[in-house]
Structures are given as structure tokens and as C-alpha cells.
């Protein structure tokens, strides 16, 4: 069966909204991804009583708590002191941990300070969980049929040492997830089409359930359900009605889906941008693999720069304005011609808050593929703050010509 798991960040820095805790939501993904179930999330400063309460209140609801920041050296790490304190154990120096620790810092020859050596103290009864990236190790503690593992809140420590510590704890095959996604379509018209679905998987949720998130004009089809056949049944339905809209699944994103294609088909695209600045050529060069399909693009934000770089004629801007189809399709054809490449994409609008009008409110964007089959130019309008506008922006280019040139 699933095993249910709570997600606890701790972090004065995290309250204050000086950071976002991304570590808590890719935990999640990596609970879900092996089948288990996320019973909510928790964030705490550095305090001990809020911390202790924290520990005590999740597991009162989940059978593994996973919990991430407060392991460094200073003195507001205090989650080692917090974990101890909920579970009615004392803290201990682990010599092994010293010694390690006293051989990291002298190769960098730093002195081990008190600090740095509160590292080494560990819960009695703890399994030492080993941080290969940086110096404070982990702990998993054991407590009346649950456990609770601890993480340093640094990502990139966390992504390596939580992985085989969760592995361990959530066997495979309690449970299924599988994601889909796909772009271009409200969530509304696709909570239509899927409806029957969502109602006969919430009478038998035993099996499979089905749910929607929408993310910057991507949607995401979670399945979920402990029968591996009902999951792939309801994929299978899915699938059917929702048909090449799909882009991928699981950790695919829009972007790789259309540098995959491009791969295949052996063609490449460059791009022209004016109110994502970049975010576009952005999102295409994060894929490895990339530079094999994108080797140059743009970013054109006053109309003079237009004109110059992209060859956008004067009097089309005056007579168009830079937010019109007219000029994307210009900056289109441009940038194809300027780069040499088998495709082009442009994108020009007002992302506000500000420049917006009553003919092109703010949210007003406008579109244009280029390539050897033509030319298309679509404009949206979306009511949305400014990083919204953009990220809508770039996933609804990237399907322009994922839709171009996918194969059916």
C-alpha cells in the first residue's frame, strides 16, 4: 500500500519570502513519482518549539516526514535540536562525523570551529545519512512505526542524498503516478472533455484517479491509483481523446519535446524577442543537447532595433505598431534569413504593467512562425501579472512549432 508522507521545510529565510522552497515541491515529485502519497507541507522558521511542533504534528497524520534546511553550522541551525526535542531524545558527537568533518576543513585549511563541529551531533539512535557534496550530513530516525529523515536545505544536496534514502523507505509498486501534459488548450476545455473521466475515477479512486494543474499555458494529467491496469487504462482513454496535444510525459517539458523533434528531423530554429527577452532562446538552450538545433537568437526591444537587426521595415511599424501580426511576421522572416535556419520564431507584446491601450489592453501578444512551409502569426490576449504574461508567452511559441512540425 501507498505510504502517506508530510514534506517540513525549516528556514527563517523561507517565512521571511527571502527564498522559495523549492525543496519541498521536488520532494513531493520524487514521493509521487514512486507511487506514495504527500500528506501536505509545512514550512517553520528557525525556532525550536515551532519546529518540534511541526515534527509532532505530521506525524500524526504520515508514516515518513521528510524534512529539509536547519543541518549547517551556524547557530540558527537548530533542526537536528528540534527533531531530538519532539522525539524525546538527546543529542550525541558522532567521532566519526568529527574526524570527517576535521579532514574536510583541513584540506581547505580552515580551522573546525565549534560551529562547523555541531555538525557532528546527531539524535541518539540516528542513521548517519552521508552528504558526498557538502559538510552536514543527514539523519533517519525510526519511532513507532514511522520515520523521520532529515536533509540539509542546499538542492543540490538534497537531490543527491534523498533519492536513495527514499527508494528505501517507499517501496515500489505500492503505488502509480503518471503524467501528461500538453499546451494550447484552457483548462476549462480540457476539464470538459475529461469530465466523465474525473467522475467515474472519483466512485472507484481505489483504482486510478485523474486530475489537472495548469502551469503558465501547460497543462498537466496526473494519474494516480494502486492498480498499475486501471492507471494504464485511463492513460489509454486519455490519450485517445486528447490525442497530439500531448507533448510528453513525466519530466518532459515543452521545450525538450520540440528540441527532440527538431533532433529528428535534423532542423534547426533561431528566434526574435521582444517582450520575453530572452525567456524563449532560455528555455530551448536548458535542454542538453540543444546547440545541435538552436544556434543563435534575439532579442529586439525597441523598434529601432527591430529595424536593424531583423530588417523590420519603418513604415510597417508605424502603420502597425510593434505589437501586430505584421511586424511578428517580419521578425520572423528576419531572423530565419539573418541566421540561416530551417525555422524561426517571434514574439513581440506588452507584458505590463504599464504601455498597455484600449486596442491593445496589457496582456496583448502577438506570435509568428517562419519556416519552409510557409508562415503563420496568431495573437492572444491574457489577463495576467507580468511573469505570467511572459511564461505564457514562451510555452505558446515553443507549441506554435511543435504543432508545425510534429508528426501526427
Request: hydrophobic share 45%; glycine share 12%.
Amino acid at each position: 500500500m501507498p505510504r502517506r508522507v508530510a514534506i517540513l521545510a525549516v528556514g527563517d529565510e523561507l517565512t521571511a519570502g527571502e527564498l522559495v522552497d523549492t525543496n519541498s515541491a521536488w520532494l513531493a515529485r520524487q514521493v509521487r513519482a514512486r507511487g506514495h502519497l504527500v500528506t501536505g507541507f509545512a514550512v517553520v522558521g528557525d525556532e525550536l518549539p515551532a519546529i518540534r511542533d511541526a515534527v509532532l504534528a505530521a506525524l500524526r497524520e504520515a508514516e515518513l516526514l521528510l524534512v529539509t534546511g536547519g543541518l549547517g553550522p551556524t547557530g540558527d541551525d537548530i533542526t537536528r535540536d528540534g527533531v531530538a526535542a519532539a522525539l524525546g531524545l538527546g543529542l550525541a558527537e558522532r567521532p566519526e562525523l568529527v574526524e570527517r568533518l576535521a579532514a574536510f576543513y583541513a584540506a581547505r585549511n580552515i580551522p573546525l570551529n565549534a560551529g562547523s563541529r555541531r555538525q557532528a551531533e546527531m539524535p541518539a539512535g540516528a542513521t548517519v545519512l552521508e552528504n558526498s557534496v557538502g559538510t552536514a550530513p543527514g539523519f533517519l530516525l525510526h519511532r513507532d512505526g514511522r520515520a523521520v529523515a532529515c536533509f540539509p536545505g542546499v538542492p543540490a544536496e538534497l537531490q543527491v542524498m534523498a533519492p536513495p534514502l527514499l527508494d528505501a523507505q517507499l517501496p515500489a509498486g505500492a503505488g502509480l503516478t503518471r503524467t501528461l501534459h500538453l499546451c494550447g488548450l484552457a483548462e476549462s476545455e480540457l476539464g470538459e472533455q475529461l469530465k466523465d473521466l474525473m467522475d467515474h475515477v472519483r466512485a472507484q479512486r481505489h483504482d486510478a484517479r485523474l486530475g489537472i494543474t495548469a502551469k503558465q499555458g501547460v497543462l498537466t494529467i496526473a494519474l494516480r491509483g494502486t492498480d498499475t491496469r486501471a492507471v494504464a487504462a485511463l492513460e489509454t482513454e486519455v490519450r485517445a481523446r486528447v490525442g497530439t496535444l500531448i507533448f510528453g510525459a513525466g519530466e518532459e517539458t515543452l521545450a525538450s519535446a520540440v528540441v527532440s523533434l527538431l533532433a529528428r528531423r535534423r532542423e534547426a530554429v533561431t528566434t526574435a524577442e521582444s517582450c520575453t527577452g530572452g525567456l524563449l532562446a532560455g528555455a530551448l538552450t536548458s535542454v542538453p543537447g540543444s546547440s545541435e538545433v538552436f544556434h543563435e537568437g534575439v532579442v529586439v526591444y525597441a523598434n529601432a532595433a527591430k529595424t536593424a537587426r531583423l530588417g523590420v521595415p519603418e513604415a510597417l511599424l508605424a502603420a502597425h505598431g510593434a505589437v501586430s501580426e505584421p511586424v511578428a511576421l517580419a521578425m520572423a522572416r528576419g531572423a530565419r534569413e539573418r541566421a540561416g535556419a530551417t525555422h524561426a520564431l517571434a514574439v513581440t507584446g506588452i507584458a505590463g504593467p504599464g504601455g498597455g491601450t484600449a486596442a491593445k489592453p496589457v496582456g496583448t501578444v502577438c506570435f509568428a512562425v517562419a519556416g519552409p512551409d510557409g508562415e503563420r502569426a496568431l495573437t492572444r490576449h491574457w489577463t495576467a501579472a507580468r511573469d505570467e504574461v511572459r511564461g505564457r508567452a514562451v510555452n505558446l511559441a515553443l507549441e506554435l512549432l511543435r504543432r508545425r512540425i510534429g508528426e501526427p
